[in-house]
């Protein structure tokens, strides 16, 4: 159960615009976190410090900034915390008597970012994620203890306000950045292990780039709403993990995971007043790109000068063998940089692996902020109660049980929830029907109590038309281990529906699936709500000239719909056709290329 | 190498107006089958003909060869190294009085040109010879395991550039001949028009002396060579005018090789002794690491900010030694006068064992701030075993002769084994059959690795050589 706690935290954590819930009831305009306001402050050009002491604590504190990230490396917070705060003081301290001073801007602007984690809302953030852990210590599995605070605020509200309130910090730093690389001739001397390094614009420059794509990231974790409990409650959400396996998830489960998935949902969307924030993301996107070119073009003017200039840079720009990468390097990349550009605002053609060409419109993404639903493919979510029932089409009549039996799986569900229901305390339970040197039918179950060992129960299977009993009996292998302590000893009969099971002649046949019996959760429909394929149909593949086929890409071209196949214009020009056209050619290529390795067994028995 | 045909069709014609000669014409063709194992593999293959022509004092050949040799190493990555050779070489030999001179033509390319100078009877020689050659090593690959890798690939081609000055001299009184020689072998470094390639620096010299005895039934003969080399390997990616050096291998290595031999009519038996050391010394100055693949990556405007947010360098330290003593006898017993088959039987004992000292560090560095990881590990080998040759050789008439031989590694032991001191690593979950899975195994620090298979099926690709050759003369 460990992984569903990681899972928790990973959902509030990091991956907070990919996954969760919002309930109906949540309006789009209401925020989690304040929009805040955007620092603007003028900053003196380059100006060298004069004071010997002021000078000498302006070293220290450059040479603390590595024991910070030295900190941050060894994942020790508390040590990063205070460090941070005293070095930015000294930063401080210095810019107040030489506000022109570009080593102290650096470096405070390095401090801002670093002392992040003294920010209030960041610091509170850190501590619940740390205090998470003695739930997990304590193996609780409750997601409303992983995902609630004891006073109530939900941990994606946290995490919000946090992003929102370090997007000021990123701003000064930015303001302090720029003003650093306005100034050409800048460079920062950095004595670090016995090795003096040389910082310049070809490293600042991207530095205020990677400052706008953190800006940018931090804006769109602030802007979409990413609020994925059921008014305030994440029990929806324990009840899934808990009952998804035994198939009796709570109706009001479901119709809470219909109503995430439906357009009318407000999860996914973006708040009112991040909105032109939010809209804004790819101008920011732009001004990385333009100081990437910044710091790329100040590369290609350095290496004029040659390569003795720049023997303490990070890398060294020539065409010689003793250097790091070539000026024609960095123009191409420059140049690269200018056409992808164009995503950001019209769109630019781009060649995938197998050669496939795609127009993508970036800045496009961006301006969707009703939710992402709105472009899943038309489908509805099947009643659980069908889930397990095998749709027309999708089977044939055989005699006996096996894995591909619908039977099959409807009985090892039937008898895992048999087990949960009758032994408490279980923490997992599994149920598997298989043959013993091919002719005795058996069924294991495994049981693993909480807080005690595993063990199995084994009975012999019986099928008398379409009843199936089980008798209790050893297990046939040394490690499938029984207990004798075991509470259940016997099981009741299933009769089986004729959904799953049929009489014919005296002789019982099984519904038997193409492939594996699939779970049917969802339907794809068309515009009007009409079929086009379920997902067991969809897994199960079709009788293709008396052949079991999978569908191939062609076929799912009108049997997968999408409302617009262009994703609100990220694909300007996209057709349903090309879309298909492009995802066939791309896996191909995908399946193709994996072949080398297979081939490489025999590499030697080439024709030569 | 069509040149070469031509040269060599043209001698062959200029002398068959010649009065007398001597012909011989040669096809021989084997295949070795040293390693086929899921981590390593070796194999070689070839077929040359050749064809010579004596006329007088002067000798005239030439001959075209195929051959194709190929190894692959799994360790991390993949490393498989192929080359593909097609080569045809023409050349003669003539002897005066006094001086042997003699030209060797290969469209490796390679030349070979030698000047003796002798004694009529032989009671003393001097010779020296010079060879120049830019042959094509072959095609290396490094392949990560991991697809996703910044550099997932990288294919070098190797060409080196050498001369080679030999000199020797020696003695023949009675039965006895005396010699001693020196080899002076360098490679001068040359960037060839290729996108990736190896560029060799190698500067050794090679000593030897040798002795042969001629007595009323038996000979004997002996030879001592030691061989110092200097190497430096770099690898190179080039675009346009700009060169990047991404692999620097600086190695120095050294050798120690005995032999000793005895013939007796149809017995002969020998006695071999080899001991090789290499060093390679990890250089830490800049643009001197062992690996730097941030150079090698394509242009991108990745690898244009790689080198200051996400650098890796790999420098490596490297001691190795090596021994092999290899003796055994070969019997052969000619049957008939007109039409010879010859059975031959070789039997030879060999026990080798080699030791790697490796010290690997890792440098990742983000902007200023570099971590390293040091990897300290020792690599043995150690076999012993046997060598089993059979063969026969059919001769009709002294004119033609056909000989086949057969040849089985057969080891009693082979022991390949990496030890890390004081590591202790975990091995991979194993499943249990049906759900759950049992907590993670320690294991022990030493590990076995790469055993070579013991089926019967895996004899014929392991350690066995196989050798045609068919020789006429007129």
């Known amino acids: 159960m460990n992984g569903f706690k990681k899972f928790a935290l990973a959902l509030s954590c990091g991956t907070f615009f990919i996954t969760g819930c919002g309930d109906d009831s949540s309006s789009a305009n209401e925020s989690s976190a304040d929009l805040p306001d955007t620092p603007s402050f003028s900053v003196s050009s380059c100006e060298e410090v004069t004071d010997p002491e002021m000078s000498a604590k ?36 210095v810019l107040n008597k030489y506000p022109g001073n570009c080593e102290a801007q650096l470096g405070y602007a390095v401090s801002i970012i670093t002392d992040l984690v003294n920010n209030r809302e960041v610091k509170g953030f850190i501590d619940s994620v740390t205090n998470k852990q003695k739930f997990d210590d304590l193996d609780v599995e409750d997601f409303n203890k992983y995902l609630i605070n004891a006073d109530g605020t939900k941990m994606t509200d946290q995490l919000q306000k946090a992003v929102a309130s370090a997007i000021p910090s990123v701003d000064s730093a930015l303001i302090f950045m720029k003003n650093v690389v306005a100034d050409e001739n800048f460079v920062c001397h950095y004595t670090y292990e016995d090795r003096t390094f040389e910082l310049d614009r070809g490293e600042f420059a991207p530095t205020v780039a990677a400052l706008y794509v953190a800006k940018s990231i931090l804006t769109m974790a602030a802007s979409l709403n990413i609020d994925f409990s059921n008014n305030g409650s994440y029990d929806w959400l324990n009840d899934y993990y808990e009952n998804m396996q035994y198939d009796t998830i709570s109706s009001e489960t479901m119709k809470f995971a219909k109503n995430i998935l439906s357009k009318s949902s407000s999860f996914t969307t973006v708040y009112d007043d991040w909105k032109s924030a939010y809209k804004s993301i790819p101008s920011m996107l732009d001004s990385a790109i333009s100081y990437v070119q910044i710091g790329l073009q100040y590369g290609i003017e350095e290496s004029k000068k040659g390569s003795a200039s720049q023997m303490n840079d990070l890398y060294v720009v020539s065409d010689d063998e003793m250097s790091d990468v070539s000026p024609s390097d960095l123009q191409k990349a420059i140049d690269s940089l200018e056409y992808y550009r164009k995503t950001l605002t019209t769109g630019v053609e781009i060649t995938f692996p197998a050669g496939s060409k795609v127009t993508i419109n970036l800045g496009k993404f961006f301006e969707i902020t009703d939710g992402w639903q709105d472009f899943f493919p038309y489908h509805k979510v099947n009643d659980i109660s069908t889930w397990l029932i095998p749709e027309e089409g999708n089977y044939f009549w055989e005699e006996g049980l096996y894995y591909i039996s619908y039977a099959n799986r409807y009985i090892e569900s039937t008898i895992e929830r048999t087990y949960k229901n009758q032994i408490e305390d279980l923490d997992y339970t599994w149920a598997d029907i298989d043959y013993y040197f091919g002719d005795t039918l058996l069924l294991y179950v495994e049981v693993e109590p909480k807080n005690d060992d595993y063990y199995y129960d084994v009975f012999d299977i019986a099928i008398d038309n379409c009843t199936i009993s089980f008798t209790k009996t050893e297990s046939r292998y040394s490690f499938y281990r029984t207990s004798e302590d075991a509470p259940i000893k016997a099981l009741d009969p299933i009769n089986l529906s004729s959904d799953f099971c049929k009489v014919e002649n005296g002789v019982t046949l099984f519904a038997q699936a193409f492939d594996y019996p699939e779970k049917n959760v969802i339907t794809f429909t068309d515009a009007n709500g009409n079929k086009t394929i379920s997902w067991q149909s969809l897994e199960s593949g079709h009788i293709v000239d008396d052949k079991i086929e999978d ?58 | 190498m069509v040149i070469l045909a031509a040269i060599f069709a043209l001698l062959v014609v200029s002398a068959s107006a010649a009065e007398s000669f001597s012909n011989k014409s040669s096809v021989d063709c084997g295949g070795l089958f040293l390693l086929h194992m899921g981590d390593k593999q070796f194999s070689a293959r070839g077929c040359n003909e050749n064809a010579s022509i004596g006329i007088n004092n002067l000798t005239l050949y030439g001959g075209l060869a195929h051959y194709r040799i190929m190894g692959r190493y799994t360790d991390e990555w993949d490393v498989k190294g192929v080359n593909d050779l097609k080569f045809g070489n023409a050349g003669f030999e003539s002897r005066f009085k006094y001086t042997t001179l003699g030209v060797d033509i290969s469209s490796l390319p390679f030349i070979r040109s030698k000047i003796e100078i002798h004694h009529p009877d032989s009671l003393f020689f001097f010779g020296a010879s010079i060879m120049r050659g830019e042959p094509e090593i072959g095609n290396i690959r490094w392949i990560s395991e991991n697809k996703s890798d910044l550099v997932h690939e990288i294919s070098v081609d190797w060409q080196t550039h050498f001369l080679y000055r030999h000199f020797d001299a020696g003695s023949k009184i009675a039965n006895h001949q005396f010699g001693i020689f020196a080899g002076f072998f360098e490679t001068s470094p040359e960037n060839p028009s290729k996108e990736y390639y190896v560029r060799d620096s190698v500067q050794a010299i090679i000593l030897g002396g040798n002795y042969k005895g001629n007595f009323a039934k038996d000979s004997v003969e002996a030879r001592y060579i030691f061989a110092d080399a200097d190497i430096y390997l770099y690898g190179i990616m080039q675009q346009e005018e700009s060169r990047k050096r991404f692999m620097y291998i600086p190695l120095n290595a050294q050798l120690h090789f005995a032999e000793a031999k005895w013939k007796r009519k149809y017995l002969q038996a020998h006695l071999d002794f080899a001991y090789a050391t290499a060093q390679m010394d990890a250089n830490p100055d800049r643009f001197f690491e062992t690996l730097a693949p941030n150079r090698a990556l394509p242009t991108s405007v990745l690898k244009a900010l790689s080198f ?24 052969q017993w000619p049957i008939g006068h007109q039409l010879t088959f010859t059975p031959k039987i070789n039997i030879d004992g060999y026990y080798a064992q080699g030791e790697a000292d490796i010290r690997k560090k890792t440098e990742n560095t983000v902007i200023i701030s570099t971590q390293s990881y040091i990897e300290e590990f020792t690599r043995k080998l150690s076999s012993f075993g046997s060598v089993l040759t059979l063969g026969s050789e059919l001769s009709l008439w002294k004119n033609l002769s056909i000989d086949y031989s057969v040849t089985q590694l057969i080891p009693f032991h082979i022991s390949y084994r990496e030890i890390r001191p004081g590591e202790v690593k975990e091995k991979e979950e194993d499943e249990r059959s049906h759900g759950g899975s049992h907590g993670p195994r320690l294991f022990e620090q030493e590990k076995t690795k790469g055993d070579v298979e013991s089926t019967a099926s895996a004899a014929f690709r392991n350690g066995f050589a196989t050798s045609l050759s068919v020789v006429y003369r007129m």
């Open chain 1, 58 to 93: 302006l070293e220290i504190a450059k040479s603390n900034i590595s024991e910070i990230f030295s900190a941050f490396g060894d994942g020790n917070i508390e040590s990063m915390q205070a460090m941070s705060a005293s070095n930015k003081d000294v930063f401080a301290e």
């Open chain 1, 551 to 608: 569908y191939k890409i062609d076929d799912l071209k009108s049997l997968i719909i999408f409302p617009d196949i262009t994703f609100g214009g990220i694909l300007p020009g996209m057709t349903v056709d090309a879309f298909w056209e492009f995802l066939k050619a791309e896996t191909r290529y995908d399946d193709e290329t994996e072949a080398p390795y297979v081939v490489d067994s025999n590499w030697d028995d080439e024709d030569w």
């Open chain 2, 308 to 331: 200051s947010f996400l650098k890796k360098n790999f420098r490596v330290d490297a001691d190795i030694d090596a021994m092999g003593i290899f003796g055994g006898a070969t019997l």
